[in-house]
């Protein structure tokens, strides 16, 4: 028999057994003391609490209701190790690969002309968004079809609000350095928009 804690992480509850709270609070706390010094750390932290909350969430079934220590590994192995991440490991961070998910297909809201429709396209079969908008423009002339797709694709098609979302629709991998990059580079660019301003 084993003791189980209840835990809230990303906005999700679990039953977590105590030693795999253990290792699951050892990691996160290394996780927070590496970004530590990061513009944004705390957008950082709670991206990668939400990513640990879906990819728990995936190990929970009517069968089995409790997180152990083997599924805190296998997150884990998907994020990868801060340390792993570190400047002084960039030979062995280039070498290192993590699961994807793979691409999937969202609304690309934050380069968007009309409803980010182009920009989730292109962004899902790798191609420059320009391409994708000059079809729909051709295609509008041409028999009205790109009138009728775009709003339909614009109601299908979910916006990528959370940065999992964006990471998954480039195609990358969801691990700490993707989402930490991605915190980065939306932080820069609102800093930047604010200094246009």
Same mark, same amino acid.
């Given at each position: ?29 290394? !996780? ?6 990061? *513009?944004?750390? #705390? /957008?950082?932290?709670? &991206?990668?609490? =939400? ?23 296998? !997150? ?6 801060? *340390?792993?991440? #570190? /400047?002084?490991?960039? &030979?062995?961070? =280039? ?103």
């Amino acid at each position: 028999m084993k003791t189980t804690v209840s835990i809230n992480i990303g906005g999700l509850a679990f039953y977590i057994d105590e030693d795999a709270y253990a290792v699951l609070k050892k990691y996160l706390r290394k !996780v927070e003391l590496n970004y530590a010094k990061e *513009e944004g750390h #705390e /957008e950082i932290i709670a &991206d990668i609490e =939400t990513r640990v909350a879906e990819l728990f969430r995936e190990k929970i079934n009517d069968y089995k209701q409790v997180i152990t220590v083997a599924d805190v590994y296998d !997150v884990i192995g998907v994020l990868g190790d801060p *340390e792993d991440f #570190e /400047e002084s490991h960039s &030979d062995a961070r =280039t070498k290192m690969t993590y699961a994807s998910s793979g691409r999937r297909l969202y609304r690309d809201i934050d380069n968007r002309i009309i409803g980010g429709v182009c920009c989730g396209l292109a962004a899902y079969f790798n191609i420059d968004v320009i391409i994708i908008r000059v079809l729909f423009v051709v295609f509008a002339f041409v028999g009205g079809v790109a009138l009728i797709i775009y709003p339909i694709l614009w109601i299908v098609m979910p916006a990528a609000m959370t940065t999992v979302q964006k990471i998954e629709m480039r195609g990358e991998p969801v691990n700490l350095d993707n989402i930490k990059r991605t915190v980065r580079d939306e932080f820069d660019r609102v800093k930047d928009s604010f200094k246009k301003k």
